[in-house]
């Protein structure tokens, strides 16, 4: 390795699940072999999902790499110290010259830790070259294994956590065609409740793990009141009774000649 040469850190997105949704780019950076593979963790010896996507598509672990800690809580003092403990690992690797990839199931722009991580990275060292590769999020994986259409034409989409409450949920089912809420697992009871009340359980579809092997679909939702879901599972829901204002097409007004000359 080129002691002088930093390298860069790059957020490789693998899709949510079916290695077949890792995109050329991300598969020809996985091909290296001088790379440092990175891949999240909640706890020391726990499975990576990013890393179990890679392995299902019949690749191997590189000589170089490492497990990084996140665990699942909101203290933002315990987090800090995990991402300061990434972050100095990550950093030894880009100083030897090696360039590190991190792992992100869906798409790393899109609620991912790797946002987490690049922001420490930097702020330990400003220099270091930091890319992402885009990759497919849960959501649109969702949308065609269930073949429900996300938008058309005109028509307005939402993503939001599901932990924003239900009185959010129920403002946006009013100013949006389709709401898509990740992680629904705490509150997914009083959805169904919701969809129920606003005659909406019909328009809704379930899909946990979207792409892996275990893959759960449901399209009657409420088939699932009461049962255990995992935390990486979702609804889809069309609003199909929503009251749209007036439209106003195109970018800007055209201005009359008679507007220019005054």
Known sequence: ?????????????????DPGLITRRAWEFLQRRDCCWTYPVRRKDADSHALQIVLCGGLTLPPQHAALIFPMTHDTDILAGYWLRAAETVLAHLHSGRDVLFLVEGDASTYSTFGHLARTVQALDAAVAIETVAGVPSFNAAAARVAMPLADTDETVAIIPAGYGIGMIERLLDDFDTLILLKVKPLLDDIIDLLQRRNLLAQAAFVEKAGAPEERVERDVQRLQGAKVNYLSLLLIRNPHRQRGELIRGCRKKTSTTELES
């Open 1 to 17: 390795m080129n002691e002088h040469r930093t390298g860069r850190l790059l957020g490789v997105s693998l899709g949510p699940g």
